[in-house]
């Protein structure tokens, strides 16, 4: 049986800044920045899992070009 899989993930860009999370713990690509996302549960809002993720990320931003 396939299960769909549900993703979200949050860009955030403030005149030329744009929030990223480094990955972490992971033990996959750690160290590297990439946008928030992750998977939503099932039930689960888009927005309270991408707030989730977000809470759970290690956050900083970036000088966009």
């Known amino acids: 049986m396939d299960h769909p899989q549900n993703d979200a993930m949050l860009i955030m860009k403030r005149q030329d800044t ?20 992750g998977k939503v549960d099932p039930g689960e809002d888009p927005y309270d899992a991408i707030v989730r993720e977000a809470r759970t990320s290690e956050l900083t931003t970036s000088q966009s070009r």
Do not use: C, E, K
Request: hydrophobic share 35%; aromatic share 4%.
């Open 18 to 37: 744009i929030l990223l999370a480094r990955r972490h713990n992971t033990g996959y690509t750690d160290g590297l920045l990439n946008l928030p996302s």
